[in-house]
């Protein structure tokens, strides 16, 4: 038997991989596929052809030791040469501090594809390794191979992939809404010019995660309400804005790139891009000039119009939904340069993987000044890495207000999503984003409810996911699956039970009085529900079916409902539906 392993980073390269070992493929011959940040089209397994991801390979010290070079790397990449941090810096402001949410992405990936082909020919024990040259796994397999003796290796010459440009915070989805929203949107800019006379001015960037927290500031006369998404796309719709940007766009990417070219002939950047002996720097410099092209000119415009906004307007006060991302990062730095007092809350889970340090993605260090979160239990972790607890008020969620109206799924919506008097069992699908195989969970989902005839099993997927290839999935299964995109509440409130991977919705479907049912390895920093027993647990489609015959049994496991009710306390403060207010009550301060 002969066994190859292939390591992809996009579709393409999976294809000719696969191609190119067919060809050689014997009966008892085997071909494994290592897929790198993307998912394959369905039906590309079969008896010989497995697929697979860097991060199957881990163990829970591997994600130690990645989350470690992911905090210290994502924080420091751009101070490894003190020239071109100071190159970098526009108005005060690191565009390499800014992007460090984007590049924690690129480093995690990165360290766990190494650590992964590392791990995956130690327990393969592969005949031949097939990669593309040119591409960023192929970087990284040659980058393995000058420390590290991976055998036999065979290259495929295909064409690098290209860069694309486009406006990191606008896609084509977001300007077809933009040009819906017009009339609206304008007339906010315009009712923002007037003001609200002897008020106070408050800042704020929701996204939709801060729940009805705008309506509410705005129910107060004394102040004027500012949205800086309605800002952000009035800029953008300027032509005089628009012309300068694209004016001045090729001669700051002519800049940054010699900038970058200089910092990459360095002594520093040959260095410092090591991790447990392996040197990466080819795989950052493959990414780096799509960062250059695409995005730093762009911060360097926003950089520039928020100072103009912010000394005109003079803001009191400025919330934000996060501040890491590349925008709201730069509203907390531009208004810590005018001294404008700022807070974040919290927008979703988080549980550190690391037990020690200050590195907690998207949430600590802290770049605002305050940050409200939902329960004491997330206060307590941002405290253990290093946020002062004076900086932390917790709140509750505004975005769950909506929820301290509990109430069931009433008949009529059972009838019209088609589930007529069948007790409803969902399973809600993971940003596609995260790494999560929701296809596989929701497969195994349809397995297991096979005995369970009088049930109807509800597939809700995530709002960046298509319904085609879960309907495809249920079609394969002969399974009677209802797919929706929409109408979460109403579906956790009509449930029985609710299963995720490890989803916001899981917490909302405790907080609503349903029992959870986690569908995942346990794995250190993986599972928000890990230190708990509020939960059922599954692993394949028969702890699956055990779990669901625990939850139709009405069971109640060791006095889980009242373990339940501490956890969504400590996690969700009181669900009062007052968050909002809460909330709103400390940005009024804030702003005096």
């Not at 408050?202 to 927290?213: A, K, Q």
């Not at 953008?236 to 790139?257: D, E, G, H, I, V």
């Not at 972790?381 to 509990?406: E, W």
Request: proline residues 3%; glycine residues 8%.
């Amino acid at each position: 038997m002969t066994k190859y392993l292939a390591i992809a980073s996009s579709e393409r390269e999976f294809l000719a991989a696969r191609q190119f070992a067919e060809k050689r493929l014997g009966k008892n011959d085997k071909l494994i596929v290592m897929c790198h940040s993307f998912s394959p089209a369905r039906g590309a397994e079969s008896s010989n052809i497995v697929l697979t991801s860097p991060e199957e390979f881990l163990a829970d010290t591997d994600i130690q030791s990645i989350e470690e070079g992911v905090g210290f790397f994502a924080r420091n990449w751009y101070r490894f040469d003190g020239s071109f941090e100071e190159r970098t810096t526009h108005k005060g402001i690191s565009l390499g501090f800014v992007h460090e949410n984007d590049l924690a992405y690129f480093f995690r990936t990165t360290l766990s594809l190494l650590k992964g082909i590392l791990k995956a020919v130690e327990r393969e024990r592969p005949d031949k390794i097939i990669i593309g040259r040119m591409s960023f796994a192929g970087k990284a397999v040659s980058s393995i191979s000058k420390t590290k003796n991976l055998g036999n290796v065979e290259f495929l010459d295909l064409p690098a992939e290209k860069g694309f440009s486009r406006f990191p915070n606008i896609s084509r989805k977001k300007l077809r809404e933009i040009r819906k929203q017009l009339p609206g949107i304008m007339s906010g800019l315009l009712a923002w010019k007037r003001g609200k006379s002897g008020g106070r001015t408050v800042f704020i960037r929701s996204r939709g995660y801060l729940g009805n927290l705008e309506k509410e500031l705005q129910k107060d006369k004394f102040l004027n309400v500012v949205s800086l998404d309605e800002f952000l796309f009035g800029r953008l719709l300027n032509p005089l804005n628009a012309y300068s940007y694209f004016s001045t766009r090729a001669a700051m990417q002519k800049r940054f790139k010699q900038t970058f070219n200089d910092f990459k002939e360095s002594r520093k950047f040959g260095e410092s891009f090591v991790f447990e002996g392996i040197n990466f720097g080819e795989n950052f410099a493959l990414l780096f000039p799509q960062l250059i092209k695409r995005d730093w000119p762009e911060f360097v415009f926003l950089i520039d119009k928020l100072s103009e906004l912010f000394k005109s307007a003079k803001p009191d006060a400025l919330v934000l939904w996060e501040d890491c991302v590349a925008f709201e990062r730069i509203c907390a730095l531009v208004a810590k340069q005018g001294r404008v007092k700022s807070i974040v809350l919290q927008h979703g889970l988080f549980r550190p993987i690391l037990e020690k340090g200050d590195w907690v993605r998207g949430f600590a260090p802290l770049t605002a000044d305050k940050i409200a979160v939902w329960g004491k239990r997330f206060k307590d972790y941002l405290v253990s890495h290093g946020v002062q607890s004076g900086k932390i008020i917790v709140t509750g969620g505004p975005r769950f207000d909506s929820l301290a109206t509990k109430g069931e799924g009433d008949q009529g919506f059972l009838e019209k999503i088609g589930a007529g008097g069948r007790e409803l069992v969902v399973f809600a699908s993971q940003q596609p984003s995260v790494g999560v195989n929701s296809y596989f969970i929701a497969k195994e989902a349809m397995k297991a409810m096979a005995d369970f005839n009088d049930k109807q099993l509800i597939i809700k997927i995530h709002p960046l996911e298509k319904p085609g290839p879960y309907q495809k999935i249920a079609k394969e299964m002969n399974s009677n699956a209802i797919v929706m995109k929409d109408q979460l509440y109403e579906l956790i409130r009509a449930a029985s039970v609710l299963i995720t991977h490890s989803s916001t919705v899981g917490l909302e479907a405790m907080a609503l009085g349903k029992p959870v049912i986690v569908f995942a390895k346990k794995s250190a920093g993986q599972d928000l529900f890990g230190p708990t027993n509020t939960v059922l647990r599954a692993e394949n489609a028969e702890d699956l079916k055990g779990a669901l015959q625990t939850v139709f049994s009405k069971r109640d496991e060791r006095g889980m409902r009242e373990r339940i009710k501490k956890f969504v306390f400590e996690m969700m403060f009181r669900q009062d539906g007052k968050a909002t207010e809460r909330v709103a009550a400390i940005v009024k301060e804030m702003a005096g």
